[in-house]
């Protein structure tokens, strides 16, 4: 079965601006969790959600904001870019909540100029 | 939150070696993963371990929950096994560890 789908892949945007991320799960998963990577601070979570409701949110600022659709795919927003933005964001997406296996989309590789 | 430590950060080997990465983490955790990051950056599952030993060809893992900690064995390395490995744990979301860069010399 296909494997969890982030686009774009690519991305470059200009300080103040906004953008939005998708991510779309293994099918029958319903769990979708993003995580931001930066060489500095490593790999860090953003929030999840599960059954269109955000469960969980990491220590990020109320720039960064999501949502889930009623087919389990989610988006991923950051308004008003700052030069810090820039990173990997990676999709995860498990079947449940919890002690389940996640398994990862390629990315998006976001540079904030 | 939980605390993942994992060592040796670097790890430089010749081909044909063996080697072994480790995962210290701060409490008890539902799930624990080993991750080979692609030059890409798309995370690959290697085990999904909460306790126990796998085998995947020249991988093996073992996890002793008990004592909180995950060990990761690479045999036979191959230029092809280089990249950073890291090692996760969840309550709910999955905290990371630092990594491992793997560097196999032909």
């Known amino acids: 079965k296909a494997g969890v789908t982030q686009t774009p892949r690519y991305l470059i945007k200009t300080r103040g601006q906004q953008v939005t991320l998708s991510c779309s799960p293994i099918?029958?998963?319903?769990?979708v969790s993003w995580y931001q990577q930066t060489p500095g601070q490593g790999l860090q979570f953003l929030f999840e959600y599960f059954s269109e409701t955000q469960r969980n949110k990491g220590n990020f600022p109320g720039r960064f904001s999501g949502r889930q659709f009623s087919n389990s795919r989610s988006e991923m927003n950051v308004s008003t870019l700052e030069l810090g933005d820039s990173a990997l964001y990676l999709c995860?997406?498990?079947?449940?909540?919890?002690?389940?296996?996640?398994?990862f989309g390629q990315g998006t590789r976001l540079t904030v100029v | 939150g939980i605390q993942v430590e994992q060592s040796p950060p670097d790890l430089i080997l010749q081909e044909g070696a063996n080697s072994t990465l480790r995962c210290n983490f701060s409490?008890?955790?539902?799930?624990l993963q080993w991750f080979h990051q692609n030059p890409w950056g798309q995370l690959i599952n290697l085990f999904y371990i909460p306790s126990g030993t796998k085998q995947n060809g020249r991988l093996s893992a073992t996890t002793v929950a008990t004592e909180r900690y995950s060990l990761l064995y690479i045999s036979s390395s191959q230029t092809t096994d280089s990249g950073v490995y890291f090692c996760?744990?969840?309550?709910?979301?999955?905290?990371f560890g630092a990594g491992t860069t793997v560097t196999v010399r032909a």
């Open positions: 409490d008890s955790v539902n799930n």
């Open positions: 996760a744990v969840s309550d709910y979301k999955l905290s």
């Open positions: 995860a997406s498990s079947s449940i909540r919890g002690a389940t296996e996640a398994f």
């Open positions: 099918s029958g998963h319903r769990s």
